[in-house]
C-alpha cells in the first residue's frame, strides 16, 4: 500500500504542474537495492538534489543498520528494518547506511519517485 500513497502523491503532484502549463516537466523512479554494508562502516547509498521527491524505505533491511536520512540542514536516523516514507522538496537529500554491529548487515530497499520541472 505504500507504494500506492507514493504514486498517488507524485501523480497528483503532476497533474497540478501539468495544468499550470510548465513547458518542461520530467519524472521518474529509481529503485536501490538492498546492499551489504561490512561491519563498522558507512555507506552512501544515495546523494542528489530534488525539486520534488517521495522516497519510501521499504523496512526489509538488518534492524542494526541505522538509515541516515539527510534532507537538507535536516538529519533523521532509522533502523533498517522500518518503513517509512519521507517528502523532499527542493532539497539535497542524502541517504547512509551505517552498520556498528560486529558482523556484515543489509541496508533496505530504497524507492525514490520524482519529479523536475
Not at 543498520?65 to 533502523?79: C, P, R
Request: hydrophobic share 45%; proline share 3%; net charge negative.
Amino acid at each position: 500500500m505504500s507504494r500506492e500513497v507514493a504514486s498517488g502523491l507524485v501523480g497528483g503532484l503532476v497533474g497540478a504542474l501539468a495544468g499550470k502549463a510548465l513547458l518542461r516537466l520530467s519524472s521518474g523512479e529509481t529503485v536501490i537495492a538492498p546492499q551489504v554494508v561490512e561491519a563498522g562502516e558507512t555507506k552512501l547509498l544515495l546523494s542528489g538534489f530534488y525539486r520534488f521527491a517521495v522516497v519510501l524505505l521499504h523496512g526489509d533491511g538488518d534492524p542494526e543498520v541505522v538509515v541516515d536520512v539527510k534532507k537538507g540542514d535536516t538529519a533523521t536516523q532509522l533502523t533498517a528494518d522500518t518503513i517509512a516514507i519521507e517528502v523532499v522538496a527542493s532539497k539535497t537529500l542524502e541517504v547512509r547506511a551505517i552498520n556498528s554491529a560486529t558482523t556484515a548487515k543489509n541496508s533496505p530497499t530504497i524507492e525514490v519517485a520524482w519529479i523536475s520541472w
